[in-house]
């Protein structure tokens, strides 16, 4: 069971808004700001998208955008376009032994 | 240009030791921390190990403490990962990754090698 929560899955048609949450405890994405999300495409490497909640790497579409409320993250991403069909992931600072949690991912599929 | 670039992983038999690297270029690796994240076949995303730009500090993720140990050689620009005891839960797709800021731990990861595969069989 991951640490923290993910829809499995999403989906979208191009042009549309999705939005994917993450959702954890007071412990991690309630209680501090490093929340990150990654991007995923099949046999790659993961791509940073967000961090600190809501900033955005040099390089990556103001598309993509991030927000939390209370102990729940969300990756808000407008405009999909079919490049955008990907896994993301979640992760966030936890205060305990294990530093940093990621969610289990959210496959996108644009429709 | 930023990159890592991870080599060592192989097929080995459970309780063996492998010693995973990662090779950096493009930035001032000593300034940065660096995370060991892994994968496994058809599964998520799992954090491995953390070490400070220093070396001074090192913190592990609860499956692998006590069996991995992460090291780096700044003179060198290289990261390590000494896997031992290996189990067959811990047969993934190794990749380090660099941290966004310079000199502290903010836990995101900015530059991501293509990563190394570890297989546990028997």
């Known amino acids: 069971q991951s640490a923290l929560t993910q829809p499995a899955s999403v989906s979208g048609s191009p042009g549309q808004s999705i939005t994917i949450s993450c959702t954890g405890t007071?412990?991690?994405?309630?209680?501090?700001?490093?929340v990150s999300w990654y991007q995923q495409h099949p046999g790659k490497a993961p791509k940073l998208m967000i961090y600190d909640v809501t900033n955005r790497p040099s390089g990556v579409s103001n598309r993509f955008s991030g927000s939390k409320s209370a102990n729940t993250a969300s990756l808000t991403i407008s405009g999909l376009q079919a490049e955008d069909e990907a896994y993301y992931y979640c992760?966030?600072?936890?205060?305990?032994?294990?530093?940093?949690?990621f969610g289990g991912g959210t496959q996108l599929t644009v429709l | 240009q930023v990159q890592l670039e991870e080599s060592g992983g192989g097929v080995v038999q459970p309780g063996r030791s492998l010693r995973l690297s990662c090779a950096a270029s493009?930035?001032?690796?000593?300034?940065?921390?660096i995370y060991w994240v892994r994968q496994a076949p058809g599964k998520g995303l799992e954090w491995v190990a953390v070490i400070s730009y220093d070396g001074t500090n090192k913190y592990y993720g609860d499956s692998v403490k006590g069996r991995f140990t992460i090291s780096r050689d700044n003179s060198k620009n290289t990261l390590n990962l000494q896997v031992n005891s290996l189990r067959a839960e811990d047969t993934a797709v190794y990749h380090c990754?660099?941290?966004?800021?310079?000199?502290?731990?903010?836990?995101?990861?900015?530059?991501w090698g293509q990563g190394t595969t570890v297989t546990v069989s028997s």
């Open positions: 992760s966030s600072y936890r205060s305990s032994s294990t530093l940093v949690v």
């Open positions: 007071s412990s991690d994405v309630g209680g501090y700001h490093y």
């Open positions: 990754a660099k941290e966004t800021q310079q000199w502290g731990l903010y836990y995101a990861m900015d530059v």
């Open positions: 493009g930035f001032t690796f000593s300034n940065y921390a």
